[in-house]
């Protein structure tokens, strides 16, 4: 009787001990790029929505190389006639909620390249200089004052951006924390962020598992993606790393999740990494077109 006791006791605590071990996975962010459409409602309304703990403003398309860098906002404001400034009530909302609001340099298409250590550490004081928190009479967003800075480069080479984040680094003091955030593609190491994600500096990495077959997500098989996930997150020193996806099958070429699979069969099969530290979208605009943040909010 008393063997037959303890054999009830021990399957009635299965439950509960895989109850909490699903509690004792880390609990994720959503990080959201907001810029790219003028349709996808402003930064406040994004930042109100509850979702999103970090929002990258996208993207500044042009800069390095001797060139005036260039903020592209899309729809949104042009900042050439100074109406960009209008955004810093936004930006200043979004923190109030406690969203870090950073810059995304780079993108798909766009004018930027790093030419020599000087002209990374000349990039690095334009940025903070003008989005940061320094000082200048022409400040593209205002007297808001961005949390840091994201690496979107996906054109031109990998040189210099090591030293553009360590000159970034730099101007992190006890007060105000430079974070620094960065979007390589999934194949490893990346091509153009690969040297730079070494100098281990970077605060968040959000993996883009998407537009690359040989590491993404595909009709039901997580083979591909959690391979690649697992050579991210072990092969580097980062603490937080993110899964970068469409928040629309419309978002990208390939890879996009639906949500019930991405909470059922993707999740399960990365969120025990220590490293795990939520999802990243692309963009605002599909995910309000798809409602993709409010389906898995929960199980992010």
Same mark, same amino acid.
């Given at each position: 009787? &008393? ?14 001990? !895989?109850? !909490? ?36 403003? &996208? ?11 260039? !903020?592209?906002? &899309? ?65 593209? !967003? ?39 955030? &960065? ?118």
């Amino acid at each position: 009787m &008393a063997s037959q006791t303890r054999r009830i006791i021990s399957l009635l605590t299965i439950p509960l001990f !895989l109850s !909490l071990l699903m509690s004792s996975a880390r609990a994720g962010s959503i990080a959201v790029y907001w810029g790219q459409n003028g349709n996808e409602g402003t930064l406040a309304n994004t930042c109100a929505t509850g979702y999103y703990k970090y929002v990258m403003l &996208a993207f500044l398309t042009t800069f390095g190389n001797g060139q005036t860098p260039v !903020l592209n906002l &899309a729809g949104h404001c042009n900042p050439s006639s100074g109406t960009c400034t209008g955004l810093t009530s936004d930006i200043q909302s979004c923190q109030s909620k406690g969203i870090k609001v950073i810059l995304s340099l780079g993108g798909a298409s766009g004018s930027y390249k790093l030419t020599s250590k000087s002209d990374a550490q000349s990039v690095a004081k334009y940025l903070w200089n003008n989005y940061l928190g320094g000082s200048s009479s022409s400040r593209p !967003l205002g007297s808001a004052v961005l949390d840091g800075i994201d690496f979107d480069i996906e054109s031109g080479s990998s040189d210099y951006y090591g030293d553009l984040a360590n000159y970034l680094s730099q101007y992190s003091s006890q007060s105000k924390k430079v974070y620094l955030t &960065a979007a390589p593609q999934c194949p490893y190491p990346d091509s153009y962020l690969g040297p730079a994600l070494q100098t281990g500096l970077f605060d968040y990495v959000w993996v883009q598992f998407y537009n690359n077959p040989q590491c993404q997500y595909s009709s039901g098989n997580t083979n591909n993606l959690v391979s690649s996930w697992n050579k991210w997150t072990s092969s580097f020193k980062v603490t937080n790393v993110f899964l970068g996806i469409p928040a629309s099958s419309s978002a990208a070429g390939s890879g996009y999740i639906p949500p019930n699979d991405l909470t059922s069969k993707v999740l399960p099969a990365i969120k025990g990494s220590s490293k795990y530290g939520g999802i990243m979208l692309w963009n605002r605009y599909y995910d309000l077109q798809n409602n993709y943040s409010a389906q898995v909010k929960s199980s992010v």
